[in-house]
């Protein structure tokens, strides 16, 4: 009788991961200004590499079962291995620090990088599989976070490159994380009440929807570098001929002009999603609210804007984290943020200060992206019941 995978994805994953054994598990440098080299895991701690096949042996006999047991074993499985490879990562740093020199610096290496994906990949996959409700997805997915994040606040990540580069950065880190949000909430502000107007106002007045969009679309087109670069020009004219606008914070560079930037960039999909919320209303409620006396108002506040907030929240999402990424850019032109961490490590070839710019950004976009998946779960939930 022929053996039948019941979960391909999680044999794909576990191939993918026997093939990943092959690279650096760490990056070991003897200090800050040298190059590093990558060591594989059994040259860190001297054991054999056969070792690692055990856990993926698992996962591959794990994927061959079928059943909830099973999704319920590969999911903790899984979860573990995840735990594991974060809390292994800081004890090589430590253990190569102890061995070689204090001054030693370990970075992840991409091997382990990709096992972190992967392990990742293969419990969206299986929480997927075990519950169609998205409250619960989600509340399943955060939990894969409690254990790693309790060693990375024990300190048990401290040895790692990238803590020691927060270490001696940390002023300077917390500048950048306050300029970023300042940036975003700066953004989502004047955009959400500019894209709701422009969404409603397209939905009420629709033979305005093709110049409305097509301007838009134009806006949307234009990359950031150049858009930051074409505002720079207009806004030190204009503080050239009032020189009482620089008092209110306005120049040719800095926070200005990105912030019009990336509220410009923002209002296409705010709108679109407003235009797209208020359109699948159903005609068979907006009458049945006339037929029960309520007036324009009351039928958009009572009516249609609760009906329509699932998706306009779906465009505030995709807002939201796009506006995470594309600060970084806004560094270029004096914004600050996590950019000018990314620039900075680019011009002085530091790989530990770009990621010290880069990782907070994709746990922003994350956490963001995770906590309006929430709002949405908990609509979805309450519509439901």
């Given at each position: 009788m022929?053996?039948?995978c019941h979960n391909?994805?999680?044999l794909l994953l576990a191939l993918i991961a026997v093939v990943a054994g092959a690279l650096p598990f760490v990056n070991f440098a003897p200090n800050r200004l040298m190059s590093g080299e990558g060591r594989a895991a059994w040259q860190v701690w001297s054991f054999s590499p056969a070792l690692l096949l055990m856990p993926l042996c698992l996962l591959l006999g794990l994927s061959l079962a079928r059943g909830r047991w099973a999704l319920v074993a590969t999911l903790v499985v899984c979860q573990l291995l995840f735990t594991l490879l974060v809390w292994s990562a800081g004890l090589a740093a430590s253990h190569l620090a102890s061995s070689e020199s204090p001054l030693a610096r370990t970075g992840v290496g991409s091997g382990l990088w990709l096992w972190l994906a992967l392990c990742l990949l293969?419990?969206?996959d299986v929480i997927r599989r075990l519950s169609p409700q998205p409250l619960w997805r989600w509340l399943l997915q955060a939990q894969i976070w409690i254990l790693p994040l309790l060693i990375l606040f024990h300190g048990e990540l401290n040895a790692l490159s990238l803590l020691k580069e927060y270490a001696n950065r940390q002023d300077v880190f917390n500048d950048?994380?306050?300029q970023h949000l300042i940036l975003l909430l700066g953004t989502l502000c004047p955009a959400l009440l500019i894209g709701v107007?422009?969404?409603?106002f397209c939905y009420r007045q629709p033979?305005?929807?093709?110049?409305?969009?097509a301007v838009l679309n134009v806006i949307q087109t234009i990359p950031s570098v150049a858009l930051f670069g074409l505002l720079i020009a207009p806004l030190a004219g204009l503080t050239h001929a009032w020189p009482w606008l620089s008092s209110l914070g306005i120049a040719g560079t800095g926070m200005t002009p990105a912030l019009i930037a990336l509220v410009l960039y923002a209002l296409l999909p705010l709108a679109r999603g407003v235009l797209a919320g208020l359109s699948q209303v159903p005609a068979e409620v907006l009458e049945s609210a006339d037929a029960m006396g309520m007036n324009t108002r009351q039928r958009f506040w009572q009516i249609q804007l609760p009906l329509a907030l699932p998706v306009l929240l779906r465009g505030l999402r995709v807002v939201a984290v796009q506006?995470?990424?594309m600060a970084v850019i806004a560094a270029l032109i004096?914004?600050?943020g996590f950019g000018a961490l990314v620039f900075q490590g680019l011009l002085s070839s530091a790989l530990d200060l770009v990621l010290l710019g880069v990782i907070p950004t994709i746990a922003l976009a994350v956490v963001i992206d995770a906590l309006f998946a929430l709002w949405i779960a908990l609509l979805k939930r309450s519509s439901d019941d």
């Amino acid at each position: 009788m022929p053996i039948r995978c019941h979960n391909r994805v999680l044999l794909l994953l576990a191939l993918i991961a026997v093939v990943a054994g092959a690279l650096p598990f760490v990056n070991f440098a003897p200090n800050r200004l040298m190059s590093g080299e990558g060591r594989a895991a059994w040259q860190v701690w001297s054991f054999s590499p056969a070792l690692l096949l055990m856990p993926l042996c698992l996962l591959l006999g794990l994927s061959l079962a079928r059943g909830r047991w099973a999704l319920v074993a590969t999911l903790v499985v899984c979860q573990l291995l995840f735990t594991l490879l974060v809390w292994s990562a800081g004890l090589a740093a430590s253990h190569l620090a102890s061995s070689e020199s204090p001054l030693a610096r370990t970075g992840v290496g991409s091997g382990l990088w990709l096992w972190l994906a992967l392990c990742l990949l293969a419990c969206s996959d299986v929480i997927r599989r075990l519950s169609p409700q998205p409250l619960w997805r989600w509340l399943l997915q955060a939990q894969i976070w409690i254990l790693p994040l309790l060693i990375l606040f024990h300190g048990e990540l401290n040895a790692l490159s990238l803590l020691k580069e927060y270490a001696n950065r940390q002023d300077v880190f917390n500048d950048a994380l306050s300029q970023h949000l300042i940036l975003l909430l700066g953004t989502l502000c004047p955009a959400l009440l500019i894209g709701v107007f422009l969404g409603i106002f397209c939905y009420r007045q629709p033979r305005y929807q093709g110049p409305v969009f097509a301007v838009l679309n134009v806006i949307q087109t234009i990359p950031s570098v150049a858009l930051f670069g074409l505002l720079i020009a207009p806004l030190a004219g204009l503080t050239h001929a009032w020189p009482w606008l620089s008092s209110l914070g306005i120049a040719g560079t800095g926070m200005t002009p990105a912030l019009i930037a990336l509220v410009l960039y923002a209002l296409l999909p705010l709108a679109r999603g407003v235009l797209a919320g208020l359109s699948q209303v159903p005609a068979e409620v907006l009458e049945s609210a006339d037929a029960m006396g309520m007036n324009t108002r009351q039928r958009f506040w009572q009516i249609q804007l609760p009906l329509a907030l699932p998706v306009l929240l779906r465009g505030l999402r995709v807002v939201a984290v796009q506006t995470v990424g594309m600060a970084v850019i806004a560094a270029l032109i004096g914004a600050g943020g996590f950019g000018a961490l990314v620039f900075q490590g680019l011009l002085s070839s530091a790989l530990d200060l770009v990621l010290l710019g880069v990782i907070p950004t994709i746990a922003l976009a994350v956490v963001i992206d995770a906590l309006f998946a929430l709002w949405i779960a908990l609509l979805k939930r309450s519509s439901d019941d």
